[in-house]
Nanobody
C-alpha cells in the first residue's frame, strides 16, 4: 500500500505562485508513475501533471503547460508541483496520486502515465486546497 500526504496549498492572488508537496511512504517500490489531479466543486477530476518515476518523463494538461512544473526528489520520497502564474480557474482541491498496477504498466508506461488517467490512479492523498483570487 502506498500512503500519500499532500501539503503546500493556500490562498494566493492571480499571478502568484505556490509549490505543493506530496510525501510518499509505504510500498514505494511498486509505484512507477505519479501525478497531480484537481477537482473543483461541481466538476469532475482533471489531470494536471504526471511523471514517470524511472526516467522523469513528464506530461502536462494543456491548461497548465508552461505554468506548472512537476518534479520528484527520490531521496526525500517527495513529489512536487510548482505552480506559477496562477489563475482563478486553477482554484480546486489538488490531489497527489500514484499508479502501481502491473497490469496497467504492461499496457505501456506512456499510456499508463498520461494526464488523462491520473484521476484513475489507485492511490490518492487527502488533498490540499488551492484558492486563487482575482
Amino acid at each position: 500500500q502506498v500512503h500519500l500526504v499532500e501539503s503546500g496549498g493556500g490562498s494566493v492572488q492571480a499571478g502568484g505562485s505556490l509549490t505543493l508537496s506530496c510525501e510518499v511512504s509505504g510500498d514505494t517500490a511498486s509505484s512507477y508513475c505519479m501525478g497531480w489531479f484537481r477537482q473543483a466543486p461541481g466538476k469532475w477530476r482533471e489531470g494536471v501533471a504526471s511523471i514517470v518515476l524511472d526516467n522523469a518523463t513528464t506530461y502536462y494538461a494543456d491548461a497548465v503547460k508552461d505554468r506548472f512544473t512537476i518534479s520528484q526528489d527520490n531521496a526525500k520520497k517527495t513529489l512536487y508541483l510548482r505552480m506559477d502564474s496562477l489563475k482563478p480557474e486553477d482554484t480546486a482541491m489538488y490531489y497527489c496520486a500514484a499508479e502501481t498496477s502491473p497490469a496497467t504498466q504492461a499496457l505501456g508506461v506512456s499510456w499508463a502515465c498520461r494526464v488523462g488517467r491520473i484521476g484513475d490512479f489507485p492511490h490518492w492523498g487527502q488533498g490540499t486546497q488551492v484558492t486563487v483570487s482575482s
